[in-house]
């Protein structure tokens, strides 16, 4: 198995390590201390030795930050974890706090008063993060103390040691473009920017610019390591190079000079003496780099990762390996929804639908020749309440029973060399309420409404968050995250910067691929969302209109369960692209599944009765 079911957070943690820490900041003459749920390279997933916040307070979620101080500590979450939050913290030591309304930037200007010494790390905050917090800090007399030692680390006795996974080259049959021809669009980039290096800090930049894969966090092919870009194409990589085979090391070593991370910090401060003019991002650099070259002599261009948009629109290999990975990936989840479908209620659990899943994904790339090679992210199997808490994660703790009478929320994703899959379904078991049908077709307009989309270049994700939400809206619901994140290519599956969301400031441009999934959440009882990943098409001419227009194609191919859609809430149009999507999926998943599969999903793709009445 991919994925472990060990227990989530454990708010047991909590005091003992919480006073080790206070015992450490009073030792050095700290009032308190900011512990951020991030590493050098601010991704999603972190190894096992940077999971500070979660060894400090339990809290699991993969967003996070708490402030310790000497008498009173804060956690600050956002909507995805309000609920999770207060099941994996000791909220005797804890007060919950919002990390979008009421931010730590925010919350030192209203809570800590003048002469407080605040204790930071440098490289585990963004340069922009520091920004914020100084600006906050100046207006109420906080002082932020840069340090050269994460307290964590100290008190930390059993810290695992860094990760050490093998490098592997992705082949350029599944890359579309070679790594040397990639590194010299980067380098003619970062001339433009008025800069002559940049650092590239997250690993899913390094990875697409090298064309190499790792496996040094969970989930995600990522090597850790930081680059040196150089706009003359003197490039440096920074990696531990144990996880080089002699191969590997060949091949890298003709794109740039290898180092080890322990050579990276003398590295840039000595590109800063010799007067570089380096760029980075103030969204994923941390403040340690700033603080490196500044000290240094050398001049700091701001500017985002050069590869951030390269890697975001995807090329043709790239776009007909998620064609194929989405082939793939929707005929294993059809068999695990045939399955599922022929369970007795109250006989499966959370875990072993997650388990029958990745068996089905496995033996589906088996037959294909295309191995599943990890699960995208920990799969969210969510039953009755549980579905409620939107990123849960089963554990042998809080397993439970699917019942009869309430809905089943089942959220996961794969990872094929040719692409990455995400996808979610939720289904009833045994007979739902007329308000899970209800509420589960308001989710279904908005993510049919973003499906069917026309709009025109440069729109922007927050420009279009709005239509999948005008449906719940009009009933008087809402939900608590953005509609779509960013999809990577054999790489993270929650990828940067474009996404459909109120914060959604990045233009949507053709080769995109995003996810679509507008949900409902019902505290305590259920929980609705319906996933599909889609891709940006180039803008074409409408008939009769002025500009050209994007659209979405629309990736993800299984059934949506149609026991829940109450038709006469739809429109003819949305019933129409149903049905369509529907046939589709038959059409292309049919011929993977035979017997008793392909039986079923002849019965869950047929066309609904048409009882709209516009």
Not at 143 to 155: G, K, M, R, T
Not at 475 to 498: I, K, N, R
Not at 534 to 545: D, R
């Given at each position: 198995?991919?994925?472990?079911?060990?227990?989530?957070?454990?708010?047991?943690?909590?005091?003992?390590?919480?006073?080790?820490?206070?015992?450490?900041?009073?030792?050095?003459?700290?009032?308190?201390?900011?512990?951020?749920?991030?590493?050098?390279?601010?991704?999603?997933?972190?190894?096992?030795?940077?999971?500070?916040?979660?060894?400090?307070?339990?809290?699991?979620?993969?967003?996070?930050?708490?402030?310790?101080?000497?008498?009173?500590?804060?956690?600050?979450?956002?909507?995805?974890?309000?609920?999770?939050?207060?099941?994996?913290?000791?909220?005797?030591?804890?007060?919950?706090?919002?990390?979008?309304?009421?931010?730590?930037?925010?919350?030192?200007?209203?809570?800590?008063?003048?002469?407080?010494?605040?204790?930071?790390?440098?490289?585990?905050?963004?340069?922009?993060?520091?920004?914020?917090?100084k600006a906050s800090a100046?207006?109420?007399?906080?002082?932020?103390?840069?340090?050269?030692?994460?307290?964590?680390?100290?008190?930390?006795?059993?810290?695992p040691e860094p990760p050490?996974?093998?490098?592997?080259?992705?082949?350029?049959?599944?890359?579309?473009?070679?790594?040397?021809?990639?590194?010299?669009?980067?380098?003619?980039?970062?001339?433009?920017?008025?800069?002559?290096?940049?650092?590239?800090?997250?690993?899913?930049?390094?990875?697409?610019?090298?064309?190499?894969?790792?496996?040094?966090?969970?989930?995600?092919?990522?090597?850790?390591?930081?680059?040196?870009?150089?706009?003359?194409?003197?490039?440096?990589?920074?990696?531990?190079?144990?996880?080089?085979?002699?191969?590997?090391?060949?091949?890298?070593?003709?794109?740039?000079?290898?180092?080890?991370?322990?050579?990276?910090?003398?590295?840039?401060?000595?590109?800063?003496?010799?007067?570089?003019?380096?760029?980075?991002?103030?969204?994923?650099?941390?403040?340690?780099?700033?603080?490196?070259?500044?000290?240094?002599?050398?001049?700091?261009?701001?500017?985002?990762?050069?590869?951030?948009?390269?890697?975001?629109?995807?090329?043709?290999?790239?776009?007909?390996?998620?064609?194929?990975?989405?082939?793939?990936?929707?005929?294993?989840?059809?068999?695990?929804?045939?399955?599922?479908?022929?369970?007795?209620?109250?006989?499966?659990?959370?875990?072993?639908?997650?388990?029958?899943?990745?068996?089905?994904?496995?033996?589906?790339?088996?037959?294909?020749?295309?191995?599943?090679?990890?699960?995208?992210?920990?799969?969210?199997?969510?039953?009755?309440?549980?579905?409620?808490?939107?990123?849960?994660?089963?554990?042998?703790?809080?397993?439970?029973?699917?019942?009869?009478?309430?809905?089943?929320?089942?959220?996961?994703?794969?990872?094929?060399?040719?692409?990455?899959?995400?996808?979610?379904?939720?289904?009833?078991?045994?007979?739902?309420?007329?308000?899970?049908?209800?509420?589960?077709?308001?989710?279904?307009?908005?993510?049919?409404g973003i499906s069917m989309?026309?709009?025109?270049?440069?729109?922007?994700?927050?420009?279009?968050?709005?239509?999948?939400?005008?449906?719940?809206?009009?009933?008087?619901?809402?939900?608590?995250?953005?509609?779509?994140?960013?999809?990577?290519?054999?790489?993270?599956?929650?990828?940067?910067?474009?996404?459909?969301?109120?914060?959604?400031?990045?233009?949507?441009?053709?080769?995109?691929?995003?996810?679509?999934?507008?949900?409902?959440?019902?505290?305590?009882?259920?929980?609705?969302?319906?996933?599909?990943?889609?891709?940006?098409?180039?803008?074409?001419?409408?008939?009769?209109?002025?500009?050209?227009?994007?659209?979405?194609?629309?990736?993800?191919?299984?059934?949506?369960?149609?026991?829940?859609?109450?038709?006469?809430?739809?429109?003819?149009?949305?019933?129409?692209?149903?049905?369509?999507?529907?046939?589709?999926?038959?059409?292309?998943?049919?011929?993977?599944?035979?017997?008793?599969?392909?039986?079923?999903?002849?019965?869950?793709?047929?066309?609904?009765?048409?009882?709209?009445?516009?």
């Open positions: 198995m991919f994925q472990t079911f060990d227990s989530a957070g454990d708010p047991a943690v909590g005091k003992p390590r919480v006073a080790l820490l206070r015992q450490w900041l009073a030792a050095n003459g700290l009032d308190g201390f900011i512990v951020p749920r991030a590493d050098e390279h601010q991704g999603e997933y972190v190894a096992d030795r940077s999971a500070r916040l979660k060894w400090l307070t339990g809290f699991s979620g993969s967003a996070g930050v708490a402030i310790v101080l000497g008498e009173r500590a804060a956690m600050f979450v956002d909507g995805r974890y309000t609920l999770q939050v207060r099941q994996e913290v000791d909220l005797d030591i804890f007060a919950i706090e919002s990390l979008v309304d009421n931010p730590p930037a925010i919350w030192i200007k209203d809570n800590l008063g003048k002469g407080v010494r605040l204790g930071f790390d440098p490289w585990l905050q963004t340069i922009g993060d520091v920004k914020a917090l100046e207006k109420s007399g906080v002082l932020l103390v840069p340090l050269d030692q994460n307290p964590i680390d100290a008190i930390w006795t059993d810290q050490l996974a093998p490098v592997e080259i992705h082949p350029i049959g599944f890359a579309g473009e070679l790594g040397r021809d990639k590194l010299v669009q980067l380098a003619a980039a970062i001339g433009k920017d008025g800069a002559t290096h940049a650092v590239l800090t997250d690993p899913s930049s390094i990875a697409w610019a090298f064309d190499i894969r790792g496996g040094d966090v969970p989930h995600t092919p990522l090597a850790l390591g930081f680059a040196v870009l150089a706009a003359d194409g003197k490039h440096q990589l920074f990696m531990d190079q144990r996880k080089f085979s002699r191969t590997v090391a060949a091949y890298l070593t003709q794109l740039a000079d290898l180092h080890e991370p322990g050579e990276f910090e003398a590295a840039v401060a000595a590109l800063a003496k010799g007067g570089a003019k380096i760029a980075l991002d103030p969204v994923l650099a941390a403040e340690k780099l700033r603080m490196l070259v500044e000290d240094n002599g050398g001049a700091v261009i701001s500017a985002p990762d050069p590869a951030r948009i390269p890697r975001a629109t995807k090329n043709q290999a790239e776009i007909n390996g998620a064609r194929a990975a989405h082939r793939r990936d929707g005929a294993a989840v059809a068999r695990l929804l045939c399955w599922l479908d022929r369970q007795k209620p109250g006989k499966l659990d959370e875990i072993a639908v997650v388990t029958k899943l990745e068996e089905c994904r496995r033996s589906t790339g088996e037959e294909t020749q295309m191995p599943l090679r990890d699960v995208s992210f920990d799969t969210i199997s969510g039953a009755g309440p549980n579905g409620a808490i939107m990123h849960y994660r089963v554990s042998r703790a809080t397993n439970r029973k699917l019942k009869s009478g309430e809905l089943f929320l089942l959220d996961s994703g794969g990872q094929y060399q040719d692409g990455t899959t995400d996808i979610t379904r939720t289904v009833p078991v045994g007979t739902p309420t007329e308000e899970m049908r209800e509420r589960f077709t308001l989710v279904l307009k908005g993510m049919i989309l026309r709009f025109p270049p440069g729109t922007r994700g927050s420009e279009i968050d709005a239509v999948a939400r005008l449906a719940l809206w009009r009933h008087g619901c809402d939900f608590a995250h953005g509609t779509g994140h960013g999809v990577g290519s054999y790489l993270a599956v929650h990828e940067g910067p474009q996404r459909i969301a109120r914060t959604g400031t990045e233009k949507l441009l053709a080769g995109m691929i995003l996810s679509n999934e507008p949900g409902y959440y019902k505290e305590g009882a259920y929980g609705i969302r319906i996933e599909n990943l889609v891709l940006v098409t180039p803008a074409e001419e409408i008939e009769g209109g002025d500009i050209p227009m994007h659209g979405f194609e629309t990736l993800t191919l299984a059934p949506i369960d149609v026991r829940l859609v109450r038709s006469d809430l739809l429109t003819r149009d949305e019933l129409h692209w149903l049905d369509q999507y529907h046939a589709r999926v038959l059409a292309e998943i049919g011929p993977m599944l035979d017997g008793e599969t392909l039986a079923w999903l002849e019965k869950a793709t047929a066309p609904l009765p048409h009882d709209a009445k516009i």
